[in-house]
C-alpha cells in the first residue's frame, strides 16, 4: 500500500511539475493602439491622443505627447495643432466649409506617421432645445432636435457643463503664522468647476416617422448634487454624421457598456477611418469626422429647483488667541470670524471653508 502511494504521488508530481501554463495569444500580445478622440469643425479643434493598455497590463492609459498633429484641407493646406496638455493638441481659427475634404495627420515621437481618411464636412442642424425634469432621483436633462432634410440624419452629441458652488462657511480672516491673523484679501467662498461628456451619446432618426430627435437622455444628475447647489449650465455640441462614421461610434458604443471604458480593451474588433502608413500591422482606434456643429446653452439655478439640499456635515469650533497656532497652523483648521464677546475666532475644516480644494475662484467668461 504504501508502495502504491508512493508511486501515486510522485506521478502526480510529475505531471504537475510539466504542467506549463498556457497563455492564448490574445493575452500574451503586448501590442498597444493609438486611440483618437477628436474632431474636425470650425473655431476650435481639440485632438487628444493616447495609448491602449495591452489585454495583460494592469496600466492605465498613458497620455500619447509630443505627437506632430495638423488637419489638412483637400488643397493640400495643413493647419498644425499645438499640444496644450499631456496628449491634448488643439487649433483655433478654422473655417470648415460644407462639402469641402478633410483629413487628420499624425507623427507619434517613435515616428509613426497615422492619417484618416479624407472626409466630408457636413453641416448640422440647430439644436432645437434643451430641458431637465427633477424627478425624485434627481435631475435629468433632454434634448430635442429635426433636421428639414428627407434622408435619415444620424447626430453625436458632446457636453461641457459648468457650475457654481460655495463653502459651507465664508471666512473673513486667514492665518499667516507665528499667531498672526489678518483679514482675508481673496475669496475663498464661491468657486467653479467643469467637466466634460464622457458617454458616447448618438442618435438617429432612422426608423422615425420623420426627421424629429425628442427626448433623447443626454445627462443624469443625482439628488444632492453639488453641481446643482447655486447654479449649473451645460453647453450642447451637435454633430452630423456619416453612416460609416455612425457605425463606427454604436460598435464602440456596445464595446464601452461591456467593458466599462473607450480605453478598455475592446471585445469587438473596431475599423475606424486610421491607417498607419509606416507599419501596417500597427493598429489606431478613432474616426475622426469634419462637421460645422451647432450648439445650445442652458442654465440652472437652485432656486428653480424643489428641496435640492447638500449635506455638509460640517462644525465649527471657537479657537482662543492663544491656541491660533496650533489649530490654524498644525490642525488645519480655517478662521470664518471673530467673535469678540469670548475673544476667540469662529472656525471650521478646510474642506467646509475653502472651496478651492474642489474648484477654481476664476470666474467662466459666459457666467452671468
Same mark, same amino acid.
Given at each position: 500500500?504504501?508502495?502504491?502511494?508512493?508511486?501515486?504521488?510522485?506521478?502526480?508530481?510529475?505531471?504537475?511539475?510539466?504542467?506549463?501554463?498556457?497563455?492564448?495569444?490574445?493575452?500574451?500580445?503586448?501590442?498597444?493602439?493609438?486611440?483618437?478622440?477628436?474632431?474636425?469643425?470650425?473655431?476650435?479643434?481639440?485632438?487628444?491622443?493616447?495609448?491602449?493598455?495591452?489585454?495583460?497590463?494592469?496600466?492605465?492609459?498613458?497620455?500619447?505627447?509630443?505627437?506632430?498633429?495638423?488637419? @489638412?484641407? @483637400?488643397?493640400?493646406?495643413?493647419?498644425?495643432?499645438?499640444?496644450?496638455?499631456?496628449?491634448?493638441?488643439?487649433?483655433?481659427?478654422?473655417?470648415?466649409?460644407?462639402?469641402?475634404?478633410?483629413?487628420?495627420?499624425?507623427?507619434?515621437?517613435?515616428?509613426?506617421?497615422?492619417?484618416?481618411?479624407?472626409? @466630408?464636412?457636413?453641416?448640422?442642424?440647430?439644436?432645437?432645445?434643451?430641458?431637465?425634469?427633477?424627478?425624485?432621483?434627481?435631475?435629468?436633462?433632454?434634448?430635442?432636435?429635426?433636421?428639414?432634410?428627407?434622408?435619415?440624419?444620424?447626430?453625436?452629441?458632446?457636453?461641457?457643463?459648468?457650475?457654481?458652488?460655495?463653502?459651507?462657511?465664508?471666512?473673513?480672516?486667514?492665518?499667516?503664522?507665528?499667531?498672526?491673523?489678518?483679514?482675508?484679501?481673496?475669496?475663498?467662498?464661491?468657486?467653479?468647476?467643469?467637466?466634460?461628456?464622457?458617454?458616447?451619446?448618438?442618435?438617429?432618426?432612422?426608423?422615425?416617422?420623420?426627421?424629429?430627435?425628442?427626448?433623447?437622455?443626454?445627462?443624469?444628475?443625482?439628488?444632492?448634487?453639488?453641481?446643482?447647489?447655486?447654479?449649473?449650465?451645460?453647453?450642447?455640441?451637435?454633430?452630423?454624421?456619416?453612416?460609416?462614421?455612425?457605425?463606427?461610434?454604436?460598435?464602440?458604443?456596445?464595446?464601452?457598456?461591456?467593458?466599462?471604458?473607450?480605453?478598455?480593451?475592446?471585445?469587438?474588433?473596431?475599423?475606424?477611418?486610421?491607417?498607419?502608413?509606416?507599419?501596417?500591422?500597427?493598429?489606431?482606434?478613432?474616426?475622426?469626422?469634419?462637421?460645422?456643429?451647432?450648439?445650445?446653452?442652458?442654465?440652472?439655478?437652485?432656486?428653480?429647483? @424643489?428641496?435640492?439640499?447638500?449635506?455638509?456635515?460640517?462644525?465649527?469650533?471657537?479657537?482662543?488667541?492663544?491656541?491660533?497656532?496650533?489649530?490654524?497652523?498644525?490642525?488645519?483648521?480655517?478662521?470664518?470670524?471673530?467673535?469678540?464677546?469670548?475673544?476667540?475666532?469662529?472656525?471650521?475644516?478646510?474642506?467646509?471653508?475653502?472651496?478651492?480644494?474642489?474648484?477654481?475662484?476664476?470666474?467662466?467668461?459666459?457666467?452671468?
Amino acid at each position: 500500500m504504501r508502495v502504491s502511494l508512493f508511486i501515486l504521488l510522485s506521478t502526480c508530481s510529475l505531471i504537475i511539475g510539466c504542467l506549463e501554463p498556457y497563455n492564448p495569444p490574445a493575452i500574451t500580445n503586448t501590442e498597444t493602439s493609438l486611440i483618437i478622440e477628436g474632431s474636425i469643425e470650425s473655431g476650435t479643434s481639440i485632438i487628444k491622443l493616447s495609448r491602449s493598455s495591452p489585454l495583460n497590463s494592469d496600466n492605465a492609459i498613458s497620455p500619447e505627447v509630443e505627437a506632430e498633429v495638423s488637419i @489638412e484641407d @483637400e488643397t493640400g493646406h495643413a493647419y498644425a495643432c499645438t499640444e496644450t496638455s499631456p496628449g491634448r493638441y488643439s487649433v483655433s481659427g478654422l473655417d470648415i466649409r460644407t462639402g469641402n475634404q478633410y483629413r487628420l495627420k499624425i507623427i507619434t515621437k517613435q515616428k509613426d506617421e497615422y492619417e484618416s481618411t479624407f472626409v @466630408e464636412a457636413i453641416e448640422s442642424p440647430p439644436i432645437d432645445s434643451i430641458y431637465w425634469e427633477q424627478t425624485k432621483d434627481g435631475l435629468d436633462l433632454y434634448l430635442d432636435a429635426h433636421s428639414t432634410s428627407n434622408q435619415e440624419n444620424r447626430y453625436k452629441w458632446s457636453f461641457i457643463e459648468n457650475w457654481e458652488f460655495h463653502s459651507v462657511y465664508p471666512s473673513f480672516y486667514e492665518y499667516i503664522g507665528d499667531g498672526i491673523v489678518k483679514s482675508r484679501p481673496n475669496d475663498i467662498y464661491t468657486c467653479y468647476q467643469s467637466d466634460s461628456s464622457k458617454s458616447i451619446l448618438i442618435g438617429s432618426s432612422n426608423n422615425l416617422e420623420s426627421n424629429i430627435i425628442s427626448r433623447f437622455h443626454l445627462q443624469h444628475i443625482d439628488n444632492s448634487d453639488w453641481r446643482l447647489q447655486v447654479k449649473y449650465s451645460i453647453l450642447v455640441k451637435q454633430y452630423t454624421l456619416t453612416e460609416e462614421a455612425f457605425s463606427f461610434y454604436e460598435i464602440l458604443r456596445k464595446n464601452t457598456e461591456t467593458t466599462g471604458t473607450f480605453f478598455d480593451p475592446q471585445p469587438s474588433p473596431i475599423n475606424g477611418n486610421f491607417i498607419c502608413t509606416t507599419d501596417k500591422t500597427k493598429r489606431a482606434i478613432g474616426y475622426v469626422e469634419a462637421t460645422v456643429t451647432s450648439s445650445k446653452r442652458i442654465f440652472i439655478s437652485n432656486d428653480e429647483l @424643489e428641496n435640492w439640499d447638500i449635506p455638509d456635515n460640517c462644525e465649527t469650533t471657537n479657537v482662543p488667541l492663544d491656541s491660533v497656532d496650533y489649530y490654524f497652523g498644525y490642525s488645519h483648521y480655517i478662521p470664518i470670524s471673530y467673535e469678540l464677546a469670548t475673544g476667540s475666532y469662529i472656525s471650521s475644516s478646510r474642506a467646509c471653508v475653502n472651496c478651492t480644494l474642489r474648484g477654481t475662484t476664476k470666474k467662466p467668461e459666459f457666467w452671468d
